[in-house]
């Protein structure tokens, strides 16, 4: 089955920063990848998706970049604020959306 | 989009006892319903999942079942809770057939103690 592999586990970073999240998948027939963020005690929210015929996604401060031949993709985030604060999840999916998630980043961004 | 309705929101249960937990969908029908367990606030296990009516897959073994008696309802159950069995749960929802937005209901935390 699909194993899906998250690094880091914990992001600190600056207000103003940037911070990157990286994931790795297994299963080359995966063709949907989404990206969750969780606040502490709520429910995960998607915040940004990418499909496999796609490279490059980009919404406001976030983007999402997929490489199917290295089966890795990662989430971007600019200039971060502390309200980016949270966990985030990665997920790779295939056929009729059977989702295996990433273990979470953990990311704190300091004023 | 999908509504996801999940309770009780918090429980404490004692070892033994036996767990029914909750979760309603709105706004689709014939959705794929999944159960998730999040531990220690971090990965999210998939439990069991179901493409339709009594259609019930489980990914890992345990203790818990679910079933789906109608086509947007999906019941976690247990006869005898455990320890390891606390945590969050999660009830989510996507659109049958089609691969894409996972919709999550708020969770039940469950303390097993």
């Known amino acids: 089955g699909e194993n899906v592999e998250q690094h880091p586990s914990t992001l600190s970073v600056q207000e103003g920063d940037s911070a990157v999240i990286k994931c790795t998948y297994s299963?080359?027939?995966?063709?949907?990848f989404p990206w969750y963020k969780q606040e502490l005690g709520k429910r995960p929210q998607l915040i940004i998706d990418?499909?496999?015929?796609?490279g490059e996604k980009k919404d406001q401060r976030i983007a999402v970049t997929l490489n199917k031949t290295a089966k890795h993709f990662s989430l971007h985030i600019t200039e971060t604020q502390p309200e980016d604060s949270a966990v985030y999840f990665c997920?790779?999916?295939?056929?009729?959306?059977?989702?295996?998630f990433g273990a979470g980043t953990q990311v704190v961004v300091t004023p | 989009s999908q509504t996801i309705h999940q309770w009780p929101a918090t429980l404490v249960q004692p070892v033994g006892s036996p767990l029914s937990l909750e979760c309603t969908v709105e706004?689709?029908?014939?959705?794929?319903l999944y159960w998730y367990r999040q531990a220690a606030g971090r990965g999210l296990q998939l439990l069991f999942y179901?493409?339709?009516?009594?259609?019930i897959s489980s990914e890992v073994p345990q203790n818990l079942s679910a079933s789906r008696p109608q086509d947007r309802q999906f019941i976690l159950s247990s006869k005898k809770l455990l320890l390891s069995d606390s945590g969050f749960y999660l009830c989510?929802?996507?659109?049958?057939?089609?691969?894409?937005?996972?919709?999550f209901g708020e969770g039940s935390r469950l303390t097993v103690l």
């Open positions: 997920a790779a999916s295939r056929a009729w959306g059977k989702f295996q």
């Open positions: 299963d080359s027939a995966s063709n949907y």
């Open positions: 990418i499909r496999s015929n796609v």
């Open positions: 706004g689709t029908s014939n959705p794929n």
């Open positions: 179901s493409v339709g009516i009594g259609q």
């Open positions: 989510a929802s996507n659109q049958a057939g089609y691969t894409g937005e996972l919709f």
